[in-house]
């Protein structure tokens, strides 16, 4: 049975697997939870990116590419670009939603058994949170139906108010 959970946290400090970073196309780190990614990983987790960048100059949104995790306490930081909200005619929603299944399937790749998000896009790249939270568990939902090795997948929700969010969205 494949569990999908939802918690109130921080993510850096999560023992699982893998977590995710909602970075940016540069993969150079920045504000918001990419900031604390990167604190907490130290210099290991900016130099892996570096040799991304090197081969392949960056990441677009919606992708996602995969690093290993520095001194955070998981094995992998898989890096994803969300959306920039705009006014949702932009593709926002189709690539929040890639995001998540890109990360899911490198996760996949990687034999990756349990896995973190952070609530991509609803923070810095301004996101409509109630959307995005129906938009992640919908994905996450329609993924784990599928034999893969995902075992767990956790929401890790910074602010309550996207605890409550993400954990009615789960709810139906
Ligand atoms: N653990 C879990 N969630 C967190 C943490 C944490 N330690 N810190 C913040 N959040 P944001 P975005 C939540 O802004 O909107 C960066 O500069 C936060 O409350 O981090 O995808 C990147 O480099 C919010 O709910 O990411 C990009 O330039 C969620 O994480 C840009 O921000 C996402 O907020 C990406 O913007």
Redesign the pocket.
Known sequence: MRQIEVIQ????RMSVDAIVN???SSLM????????IHRAAGPKLLEACRQIVARQGGCKTGDAVITTAGNLSCKYVIHTV?PVWRDGNNGEREKLAACYNNSLDLAVANGIRTIAF??????????PKEEAAMIAIASVHSYVKKETTIEKVIF????AE?LRLYSSAIKG
Do not use: L, M, R
């Open positions: 946290g921080d993510i850096t909602a970075a940016n780190g920045g504000g918001g939870v990419d900031g604390a969300g952070p609530n991509i896009s609803t923070g810095i790249y301004g996101f890790v929700c910074f602010d996207n």
